[in-house]
């Protein structure tokens, strides 16, 4: 196949030439997703923290559940998205169908379960080395809580970095709740879909792989602020 | 300090550019939007009427599913008689020829059931049944699918028996399905223009078009706003009353890719 | 729920007279169990304190010395049997007035001054003391900006005890903390601790330095296998042991 050799040049030149579509899309895809894992954090965090930290009843449902949801098929997020917020949905009035706001949404969906249940796991760890000294000082839930997410900073990076990788990579929900309109709700993936089925294979790859440089610096500047959190003992 | 940063940032994702002005959502099929046809179109259309068109490119059914919902203002599919049953539940309007091209048969150049020669589509599926050679089609109930399968049924022959033997039913785009029918060495039908747009062809040809009844017919119509009363009602009427005015059927006419005309206008 | 602990303004250390009565106390423990899959750990333990100054708790290892402890701070729940501080049960209010020190500090995964701010701030402090007072009593305020966890074994302890001491306890608990920290250092802490009961905070120190505990202890618990053996003035405690597993202990022996 051809289109292996091809797909670099092509992937080098459209990074080179700063094609204005390419860095709309580059532009949207990080855009929707950051604003997804940053949300899906804000309630992944305290979700995740609490199961990790309380008991109370119903506990291991939730966990269960979110462990379960995790699995979730991004195609049957996107349907249920769509569902509720078309025009003849329940949340129509909204008016957000095919916006970069329905996507967010989608993306959330997808990776709350994900962002709560590793927070889950690394506060528990955190927690078993804590537990003692707050009680000792008799810590009231809502203090142990946020300094455990807080201490356990560093290490949530990576948790968020999960979340991020999944919501970037994902193209079932989006294409549905976003349609993969052009200059408004066209990303990384939905383009290499569209340009698949256009059988541009090797521009579709070429995406792909400025998508994957995308996502290699994003890890590499989290490792190197881990390493630098290290260093200080913080994480 | 941190806690800043990422609050700059998060500040700075949040600010939306938002959509200025009019605009409408056109619900139509990836045959005329993989083309290229409204690339070329909508800025031209966007220049004269300051409307902007968003357009959500699926299947056939699906558009007219989402149309169903009140999720778009203008419908353009290929399909007359699922457009017509649109219209008269009263989900549509009145629908309008716009523009036909026609459906072909790409296959293998060895074409093992022999049907480069023949002139009727339907005499082609018979061969290509007899012969049993592998056969892609779209199975995700849009307009080609549903021309495909009304084809079968004027053959008198029910290829479904031998879904998942020589008759494979991909269930995706006609983009998806050319590119399953090049690694199958398979045959397929699909509309001109996707085929012409299509990059991945290989050494595919077309053995078999020309057939009156492979034509294929492109159809407008406005969402019911009676029904849908967020619609776009002053931007849908334009962008049909352009589409199908003197200038917009001169400007299909004149689309051009790899030196072909792929649409022809029949607006009446 | 926020439930926020009412601090005491910090004792002057120097004005403090040594007969001021400490409002926890007496510490009444009555027919104390606490078990762990069905071992008993600590059993039919009686004890009543009443003393000012340093108590030390001590024994040979697996004699329950730092159960006790968690017991009497309320970390741990007994089986059966009862701790009443002044005749109060072990409830949040009276838990409020204690403070722990743990044999491995644990500290928070921040600066040496956030740690000192995270205990300040829960609560909610009329203590005149700030965090630098507090800071430059553990001779830690030039390293206020540094993080915690790159102290050293004795710095980190220092910062353990003086987060301990700005929730300004009437009861400290004190879990070997000197266990694994150089002598200097042990001694700088003993200087402090002797500081600490002179104010007239109640010192409980599990401990098996017998020399540390010669030099700050007013009376002795004496433990063995979850049971109290000995429970005297540190004096007559370190020259006329009563029972033979202290004295075997005392003389160096192993005792098990």
Known sequence: MQEFSSSFGLAFNLLISFDADLLEIIGLSLRVSLIAVVIAAIIGFPLGASIAVMRFPGRQVVDILLNALMGLPPVVVGLLVYMMISRAGPLGWLNILYSPTAMIIAQIILIVPIVAALTRQLIEDLHREYDEQFRSLCLPMSRVIPALIWDARYSLLTVVLAGFGRAIAEVGAVIIVGGNINHLTRMMTTSIALETSKGNLALALALGLVLLLLSLSINAAVYALRASAKHLAYA | MLKHTFLMIFLLLMTDSGIAGKSLILQSTTSTANSGLYDYLLPLFEKDTRVKVNVVAVGTGQAIKNAQNCDGDVLLVHAKAAEEKFIAEGYGVERFDVMYNDFIFVGPPGDPANIRNLRQAVGGLKKIAESESIFLSRGDNSGTHKKELSLWKYAGLDPVVASGTWYRETGSGMGATLNVAVEMNAYAMTDRGTWISFGNRQDFEILLSGDKDLFNQYGVMMVNPERCDKMNMQSAKTFIDWILSDKGQGLIANYQLQGQQLFFPNAK | ?256
């Open chain 3, 1 to 256: 729920m926020q439930q926020s602990m009412r601090c005491e303004p910090a004792p002057n250390i120097l004005l403090m007279p040594e007969t001021n009565q400490n409002s926890q106390l007496p510490l009444k423990v009555s027919e104390l169990c606490f078990s762990v899959a069905q071992k008993q750990l600590v059993s039919d333990f009686n004890l009543e304190l009443n003393t000012q100054g340093l108590t030390a708790i001590m024994g040979p290892n697996g004699a329950g010395k730092s159960l006790l402890l968690r017991l009497l701070h309320g970390l741990l729940q007994a089986d059966s049997g009862g701790i009443e501080w002044n005749r109060q049960s072990l409830d949040i209010k009276t838990r409020q007035a204690q403070a722990m020190v743990f044999q491995k500090p644990v500290l928070l995964r921040r600066s040496v001054a956030a740690n000192i701010d995270f205990v300040l701030q829960h609560c909610q402090t009329t203590s005149r003391k700030s965090r630098r007072e507090i800071l430059e009593e553990a001779g830690l305020y030039e390293q206020h900006e540094q993080p915690a966890r790159l102290l050293s074994g004795g710095e980190q302890q220092r910062l353990a005890l003086a987060r301990a001491l700005a929730t300004a306890p009437k009861i400290l608990f004190l879990d070997e903390p000197t266990a694994s920290i150089d002598p200097s250092t042990t001694r700088q802490i003993e200087h402090w601790l002797e500081r600490i009961r002179e104010s007239g905070v109640k010192l409980i120190m599990v401990t098996h330095d017998i020399g540390q505990a010669r030099r700050l202890a007013s009376d002795v618990v004496f433990m063995h296998r979850g049971r109290l053996l000995e429970h005297t003035n540190a004096k007559v405690f370190f020259d006329t042991p009563k029972s033979s597993q202290a004295q075997a202990y005392l003389s160096g022996e192993l005792v098990v």
